[in-house]
């Protein structure tokens, strides 16, 4: 397996603009997370799924941020409208079950909202 | 609620030296511990795990013992190389809850 493909790899875009960052879990993982990265922050889990249901959304940081997860094989998370400080390397990772599995990251999608 | 408590960086070592990276946890039951490891531009990766008390995890010479006496899972390598610079993060996963990662600690060596 190629692994968890996030795609695109850098993005830059201006205040206000919508950004869409995509992932493509491993084959067969039933389970997707999203996280966010920051210097100031560390790594915060943002959202995940459970066969393609959102589970626990509790650390989506405002309405502006949404998640989908339309089949077991493509995600999405949507920033509406962007802000300078959303900038930050967010990661998708998946794994096959939620307790004691190990999470498979993706490369990261570098955003920076100028 | 659970949690994950690691030494802070940055950690500064000339190569060969011996490392340790502390980290200690708080959790109900007895939860799956783990290391992952960050390469810069990278996404993380499982160095090492181990699922109950006393199991020593260890991979690349690296190597993690889970004292529940203790509560700690400090990670540790005999000898570090270059390739070894990288951010390094502890994490546990509790019965039906995600994986709750600490901070990270960073590690520079310098050759």
């Known amino acids: 397996d190629a692994g968890v493909i996030q795609s695109p790899r850098h993005e830059v875009t201006e205040m206000g603009q919508e950004v869409t960052l995509r992932c493509k879990p491993i084959s067969g993982h039933d389970y997707l997370f999203w996280y966010r990265q920051t210097m100031m922050r560390g790594l915060e889990l943002l959202i995940y799924?459970?066969?393609?249901?959102?589970?626990?959304d509790s650390g989506m940081p405002e309405d502006r941020f949404s998640a989908k997860m339309p089949n077991a094989s493509f995600s999405t998370l949507k920033i509406q409208p962007s802000e300078p400080r959303d900038s930050a390397v967010y990661f998708c990772a998946s794994s096959l079950e939620l307790w004691g599995n190990i999470q498979y990251f993706g490369a990261g999608t570098r955003l920076s909202v100028l | 609620g659970d949690s994950v408590t690691q030494m802070e960086g940055p950690v500064t070592l000339s190569e060969e030296a011996f490392l340790t990276i502390n980290c200690t946890y708080t959790a109900t039951g007895y939860p799956s511990l783990f290391w992952y490891v960050q390469y810069p531009g990278e996404g993380l990766q499982l160095l090492l795990k181990a699922t109950k008390a006393d199991d020593k995890g260890s991979n690349k010479g690296f190597e993690a013992t889970y004292r529940k006496e203790t509560t700690s899972f400090h990670l540790e390598k005999g000898s570090v190389q270059v390739s070894d610079s990288a951010v390094y993060f502890c994490a546990l996963s509790s019965a039906n809850d995600k994986i709750i990662f600490g901070k990270g600690t960073r590690l520079h060596i310098l050759p």
């Open positions: 799924f459970n066969n393609n249901v959102p589970i626990d």
